[in-house]
């Protein structure tokens, strides 16, 4: 299961996603293929808006810190996405998140 966790602090945010879906074969799972499509494209528009931000992206393992109220929209669109993938397939993802 891809378990995801989002937290807001004030204008901080960080998202961390790590695990593997399991709903596929490795490389032929649909439902990773969709988280990682969103958190990359997050992780792509935070380094561009805030460069010092923390961004680690590994296979199964993800992490984005950042801090800036304009990041709001990005973080809560990609967490919209996740909520539904998470929706769909319970058995696949898992999503909390505080903000």
Same mark, same amino acid.
């Given at each position: 299961? %891809?378990?995801?966790?989002?937290?807001?602090?004030? =204008?901080?945010? $960080?998202?961390?996603?790590?695990?593997?879906?399991?709903?596929?074969?490795?490389? $032929? =799972?649909? &439902?990773?293929?969709?988280?990682?499509?969103? &958190?990359?494209?997050?992780?792509?528009?935070?380094?561009?808006?805030?460069?010092?931000?923390? %961004?680690?992206?590994?296979? @199964? =393992?993800?992490? %984005?810190?950042?801090?800036?109220?304009?990041?709001?929209?990005?973080?809560?669109?990609?967490?919209? @996405?996740?909520?539904?993938? $998470?929706? =769909?397939?319970?058995?696949?993802?898992?999503?909390?998140?505080? %903000?």
């Amino acid at each position: 299961m %891809i378990r995801v966790s989002c937290t807001r602090e004030a =204008d901080r945010w $960080e998202l961390r996603v790590s695990g593997h879906a399991g709903t596929a074969p490795y490389g $032929e =799972d649909l &439902v990773c293929a969709a988280v990682t499509a969103l &958190v990359c494209a997050l992780a792509k528009y935070v380094s561009e808006q805030e460069p010092s931000a923390y %961004i680690h992206l590994q296979p @199964g =393992d993800a992490q %984005i810190k950042a801090e800036g109220e304009s990041l709001a929209p990005a973080f809560q669109t990609v967490l919209a @996405g996740l909520r539904l993938l $998470e929706k =769909d397939y319970p058995e696949g993802v898992g999503v909390r998140y505080e %903000i």
